[in-house]
């Protein structure tokens, strides 16, 4: 008996989810139900495995890239002895020139190009007589511009003085970012005119407001149809990011380094 009222239960049950089905899934619903269409998104990075075309231009350890989109150029920095310190890629791969003059050790790279100059930024925190400089070069190696004291660290503004150097970057309008202290004994960030003058400086060593523990890299970046500029400062040892707006005034730099922001609107 008490078989029978379970297969009897069971029968019950299938039909309610007939009814139950045709209701919430029928024709006339479906149509009115929106769903979502599943897509897969393109790839935004794929690996070049033929890219450089001949691996043994790569005869150091390489540091740092700096991509001249302009111009397609890609710039490649590597540390070592008796090795070219900068190797120059079309974008396709073929090496076009190598350099090793002037250049100690290395750490950053920035590509600053316009229709008529072909530029690259370095920082160099070699200990040697190149060293704690930040240097401007065209495409071919040739010398053009050297920020700091070459061969001799410290904090004087004048003459400027960097002590390891780790990162720059570069405005349209030419003006320039720079974090000084990778380690060293500035924990700073510059901000340069394309004259190359102190336009401001905020930072000094620790973990509190308005102090900074070995910043790393520094870069802009655009938000939303009205592009406002905010400032990246990445710290090595504290893992985070500060922001702050670059058009305030720098006093506002360092007042937030959990990776909040900084002068928030």
Known sequence: ?????????????????LVLHSHFCGPAVLKKRPFLKWSTEKMLYRLDLGWPRFSESFTGVTFCVAVDSLNGLVYVAQRGDNIPKVLVFTEDGYLLRSWNHTVDTPHGMFASSTPLEQSVWITDVGSGSYGHTVK???????????????GKKGTALNPLQFDNPAELYVEDTEDIYIVDGDGGLNNRLIKLSQNFMILWLRGENGTGPAKFNIPHSVT???????KMYCLYIWERES??????DVAATPSSLGNDMNGEDANAK
């Open 1 to 17: 008996m008490a078989r029978c009222w379970v297969c009897a239960a069971g029968v019950a049950l299938f039909f309610a989810s």
């Open 220 to 226: 802009l970046d655009s938000v939303g149809r009205v």
């Open 239 to 244: 893992v985070g990011v500060m922001k702050a």
């Open 136 to 150: 401007k070069y065209n495409s071919f190696g040739d010398l053009v511009q050297v920020l700091g004291t070459p």
